[in-house]
């Protein structure tokens, strides 16, 4: 009895920081309508500094408290929101939630570079971990007092907030209708910026209270992913309702522990079972949660993507394999083997392609389930031992489709519902695979025959052989992936031209129109899901056969989500886009690091500045991530429209193909060393649409092009004077005609509002 | 017996009742005007139709079948389309390609040979829309997307076509040819239910008009029964009705 009484409070206090967590999110999302997945990050780099305060520089435990909490939570929220939240508006749920993942990465790389995450910091209990009070048996500890105190004085106050508040009720206005709030004299960006101060407050307690209860280490990646937990808290809620949240977290908690207490110790996988938990219940959440009404193109969004013609893809597809033969043949043979890792990262990030750019879905995970199609080629598609083996054609063929198969299965759940529930289902697959598969090293027996699924930690992926073409020669693997990249490349430009490209564009612009049409979204996002597991599968076994031996890192959902958001920066629409998203995540992030390192070790005196510009340039891979916020159809759609006035410029192209000819043909002889090229075509391919412009420019000075009508139609009048021309242009937009038709019941309806069109419901 | 039929139909938002057992038909050949004013709950009746919205009770009977509860899919599949009152275009796709998609669907759900290409150009003449089939959707006037969203709809061969204020936003040619359009449709057998603010046009189009306020219908009848129907006046100019 005293042992299920101490776990019970034990599983309280677990279920009280998460609810702490949850409530911050819950918070934030119904303000903001943003789903913050930075939120765990947050409370990382809070419990950090709380760290550093407390600990590192020995101020004492109240001062610290009320500088993080009452200074560094509400400034970093208040900061987050009006730099970048705040230009969030009118973007996709995938831009936003890219948005917010950068936002963690940036903080993870962050702590990591101003912690270093080899040396231990612990932070410990409130009073210590002595102080304890003891009820007929049950040992409680003060911290875990404050916990549940703190715990329940947050959700009074929420409540009080949210029911007896003038900006509760606002707050709850601010994301269904702003443009309303806005009419009633609120400014829902206050009202934004508050919560998004709060809900960062919210974190950062959470994750100063939790740390000292999963045994005090501070290590960055396991507290940020921790905090995650509380997501599945948020989900019983629906992501709505505050007191579901709390009592989610407190099943969670509960859960959590009793399995620690009552299930045997013995079995290897019971502490990962615990880990995984909160994972695995948001799946049994998913399950369970009623079906949604179907949405519609809620808003007019700022992504625009064009799409090519299969024959100009074909094109372009050969003139990717011989620009890749032309660089081959300047490189040294340990380049050559990091180009070739580096495209099969690209390989992955076109199963984000299609997936994302193509029907609007979210996955978050795309290398875990490469882990999946690793796995079974490493049981399955290995031939022949030690230097001979090979990968055979077939082990590769059932490892892709397992992994479509696996994906479909992870999918199903979330299908029914929000884009959001699909990426966080897929985000608990990738913990939840990171913890208790790619951890499993032990044997089990099942039907008598023995295995292991992660033998050693490690697994030996040999290159593969197809007939005779054998990719052990570096060379070799490079053109096959590159062959294989716009092999794949412009079939999915050939699918996104076909029907089922269509109906994928469709789904993605209003799910509510395309179900109209008799479309089973159900279906078709399960196909596409399971192409798009297929493909990061077929990725992922090349990927590890270039890197030969993988453990359970190469496989780390922070690296899945660094690529997804490589790719989305670079253009998720577009097949280029996951080209320079897969290269620049798979190798391009190590090669500058590793560049500034040998500069560091070359010149001892610029050590530290060579570091910390290689520090910076991880951090501000983030940057790129964020910068999706402002052009959210990605660098490579807006280096396309550069280039397209350049078409009528061929003098310059000329010219540039030539200049760029001559650049590689001195590299190629010796002249000239392979960085001064890379620098060089750099900045030939940025400036080249400059130059056009100015060119163009003084060929034909603005000729033929009459500036269009950009007065809004009700800023006319206002703006510039009535004439009868715009009379007539504001009738038609309006569909008045010229005499009366008589009265209409419009007296009571007034026309189109910039409010209305701007939020859009289907269910009026 | 009509092809679509509500039997009482009550549809609540909380503690309001948005729809009130309502029960009305659209029959085969013919152009069926539902009006009300704002808020009358003519939207949330297409919903409660088309499966976006589940009543709290009542029944939705397509050619004498329960579908109330059958998903939005289903329902299109066997027969009904919609156009939305706030546009619902695809807006990543052309014009054509808004209307092709349609057949897409059709042709992956029935798995027939049915050839898209050439419907497409069927349903672009015929909707007169085959000046702009290669804009973006994004850059056409909404009267025009109106029609757009009519085109789509017809792609899927329906038997009953339920039209939210189609004619708002068009201009007055637009609409006279729009007219012509849906009469000519009727004609050939198509069950047409319009919800409009047109008054003129559905009294020109409709043969029956149902008249929401409040959620409950207060009038059903001929253009000129509806015309002539005192809680009608009342519910559009606003006065007590004295019985």
Redesign the interface.
């Known amino acids: 009895m005293t042992t299920f009484l101490t776990f019970t409070i034990l599983g309280l206090v677990l279920g009280a920081v998460y609810a702490i967590a949850a409530s911050g999110l819950v918070l934030t999302y119904n303000t903001s309508g943003i789903f913050n997945f930075a939120h765990g990050a947050q409370a990382m780099l809070g419990a950090f500094l709380y760290w550093q305060l407390a600990y590192g520089w020995g101020w004492p435990v109240w001062l610290a408290l009320v500088v993080v909490l009452g200074v560094v939570g509400p400034a970093m929220g208040g900061l987050l929101h009006a730099l970048i939240m705040k230009g969030l508006r009118d973007t996709a749920d995938v831009t936003k939630i890219v948005v917010t993942v950068a936002v963690l990465l940036g903080m993870v790389y962050l702590s990591q570079w101003i912690w270093h995450p080899e040396e231990a910091r612990i932070v410990e209990m409130f009073f210590g971990s002595n102080a304890k009070v003891e009820f007929s048996g049950v040992v409680i500890r003060v911290h875990e007092i404050i916990c549940l105190v703190v715990a329940a004085a947050i959700a009074i106050g929420l409540r009080l907030l949210f029911t007896r508040s003038r900006v509760g009720v606002v707050m709850r206005g601010a994301v269904d209708d702003p443009d309303l709030l806005r009419l009633n004299g609120h400014n829902p960006e206050r009202v934004a910026a508050l919560s998004w101060m709060m809900g960062s407050t919210l974190a950062v307690l959470a994750g100063i209270l939790i740390t000292p209860i999963g045994g005090g280490a501070l290590q960055a990646n396991a507290l940020t992913l921790l905090v995650i937990d509380a997501f599945a808290a948020a989900m019983f809620g629906r992501l709505r309702s505050i007191p579901r949240t709390f009592a989610g977290a407190i099943v969670l908690g509960m859960t959590a522990t009793y399995v620690m207490a009552y299930f045997p110790s013995a079995w290897t996988w019971t502490s990962n079972f615990r880990i995984s938990l909160p994972m695995i219940i948001l799946f049994v959440v998913l399950i369970v949660l009623p079906q949604e ?2 949405r ?2 809620a808003i ?2 700022r992504e ?2 064009r799409v090519p013609t299969v024959r100009r893809a074909a094109v372009w597809g050969v003139a990717l394999v011989a620009v890749v033969y032309l660089l081959k043949l300047l490189m040294v043979e340990t380049s050559v083997s990091t180009f070739a890792l580096g495209m099969t990262f690209a390989i992955i990030a076109l199963s984000l392609t299609v997936l994302t750019g193509y029907a609007g879905e979210l996955n978050l995970a795309p290398l875990s389930f490469g882990a999946v199609a690793t796995i079974v080629v490493f049981h399955f598609g290995v031939v022949g031992t030690g230097l001979a083996a090979r990968l055979d054609v077939w082990g590769v063929l059932l490892a892709v489709l397992v992994t479509a198969v696996v994906g479909g299965l992870v999918a199903l759940p979330a299908l029914r519902l929000r884009g959001l529930y699909l990426a966080l289902a897929t985000l608990a697959f990738g913990v939840f695979l990171s913890n208790m598969v790619l951890r499993d090293t032990t044997e089990h027996t099942v039907f008598g025959v023995t295995f292991s699924l992660f033998p050693n930690g490690s697994l030996i992926i040999p290159p593969l052989r197809i007939g005779p073409l054998d990719l052990r020669d570096g060379d070799t693997f490079l053109m096959t992936a590159t062959v294989l990249f716009a092999l794949i490349g412009v079939g999915l430009i050939a699918l996104r031209n076909s ?2 490209g ?2 994928l ?2 789904m ?3 799910p ?10 159900v279906k078709l996002k399960l196909s596409v899901f399971m192409i798009s597991a297929a493909i990061a599968g077929l990725g992922s076994v090349l990927m590890s056969s270039a890197i030969g031996s993988v453990a359970s890192e190469n496989f780390n959902v922070m690296a899945g989500l660094a690529l997804l958001m490589l790719t989305v920066a670079a253009g998720i629409g577009y097949v280029s886009g996951a080209l320079f998203g897969g290269l620049m995540s798979g190798v391009g992030f190590v090669i500058i690091v590793a560049t500034f390192n040998d500069l560091a070790a070359a010149n001892p005196d610029l050590a530290p500045v060579y570091q910390a510009i290689g520090s910076l340039s991880v951090v501000s891979t983030a940057l790129l991530g964020i910068g999706v916020g402002k052009s959210p159809s990605g660098t490579v759609h807006d280096v396309v429209e550069s280039y397209r006035s350049l078409r009528d410029a061929r003098p310059v192209l000329v010219g540039g193909a030539v200049l760029e000819a001559a650049l590689y043909g001195l590299t190629l002889a010796g002249i000239m060393d392979n960085w001064w090229f890379a620098i060089l075509t750099a900045c030939l391919v940025m400036m080249l649409p400059v130059f056009g412009r100015m060119v163009m420019a003084r060929v034909a000075p603005d000729e033929g092009r009459p500036a269009p009508h950009r007065t809004p139609p009700e800023l006319v009048g206002v703006d510039e004077p009535y004439t009868e021309e715009l009379r007539r242009e504001l ?5 008045l ?2 005499h009366d ?6 007296g ?2 007034p ?2 509002s910039g409010a ?2 701007g939020n ?1 419901h ?3 | 017996m009509s092809l679509l039929e509500t039997q009482g139909i009550t549809v609540r938002f909380g503690g309001n009742t948005a729809v009130d057992n309502v029960s009305v038909g659209v029959d085969e050949g013919r152009i069926t005007g539902l ?1 009300g ?2 808020g009358a709950g003519k ?2 009746l297409f ?1 409660t139709v ?1 499966g ?2 589940r009543p709290a009770e009542g029944r939705v009977l397509l050619d004498g079948v329960d579908v109330t509860r059958l ?3 289903k329902r ?2 066997r027969g ?3 156009t ?3 546009l ?6 052309s014009v054509r ?2 209307i ?10 029935t798995g027939s040979r049915v050839d ?1 290409d050439k419907e497409t150009d069927r349903v672009l003449e015929r909707t007169g829309l085959g000046d702009i089939a290669d804009l973006d959707v ?1 850059d056409i ?3 025009r997307a109106r029609v757009v969203e009519v085109a ?2 017809l ?2 061969s329906p038997r009953v076509l339920l039209l939210d204020e189609p ?6 040619q637009e609409t006279e040819a729009f007219a012509r359009m849906l009469t000519g449709l009727a004609e050939e057998g198509l069950a047409i239910c319009l919800v409009e ?4 046009l559905v009294m020109k189009l409709c043969a029956t008009i149902h008249v929401l306020d409040y959620g409950a219908v207060i009038a059903s009848g001929t253009p000129k029964e509806i015309q002539e129907s005192p809680e009608v006046i009342a519910a ?1 100019i606003g006065t007590e009705v004295t019985a």
């Open positions: 009404r179907l519609g193109a007019r969004t625009r993507y029907g089922y269509r109906r564009a469709a993605k612009d209003s509510a129109a395309s179900a109209m049409l008799g479309q089973n979204l009738d038609r937009e309006l569909g005609s010229g038709r008589g009265p209409t019941p419009g009571r309806r026309v189109r209305e069109e859009v289907v269910v009026a | 009006i004013p704002n939207t949330t919903n088309t976006l919205q998903p939005p899919a299109a599949r009904m389309a919609r939305f009152q706030r619902e275009l695809f807006l990543s796709l390609d808004n092709r998609v349609a057949g897409d669907i059709l042709r992956a759900n898209v994004s006037p909404t009267g789509r709809a792609m899927t004619a708002s936003g068009q201009t007055e603010h047109d008054l003129p559009y």
